[in-house]
């Protein structure tokens, strides 16, 4: 399976994930430039719930949300202020989530998150 396709099952399980715990999924890979790709674009009563997803096969090498650096945070911020201005949302949060398939999957939702 290449990179894009393990990325994407990743973002499959994460939008079940969160539709089985209220989340209505507006939009999934929202490009606002080269560098920005919001994952996930949800909504949960009132608010619009910006989603990073990392997928990781196993913890070896660490937590999938440790890949979430402060560049990546910092372009997605860009994306969300371009969604914002378009869409004229008041009510907003970051939120991440890491997924990890071996030796069981495992997903970890850290919500409002800043950097």
Known sequence: MNNRKFGSAGEELACRYLEKNGYK???RN???SRYCEIDIIAKLK???VFVEVKTRH???FGSPLEAITKTKYEHIKTGIQMYLLENKVKKYQI????ITLKPEI??????????
């Open 95 to 98: 939120d991440v989530i890491g």
């Open 58 to 60: 196993t913890e070896k």
């Open 30 to 32: 929202r490009h606002f």
């Open 106 to 115: 495992k997903i970890q939702h850290i919500k409002n998150v800043y950097m």
């Open 25 to 27: 999924i507006l939009e």
């Open 46 to 48: 009132e608010k619009v």
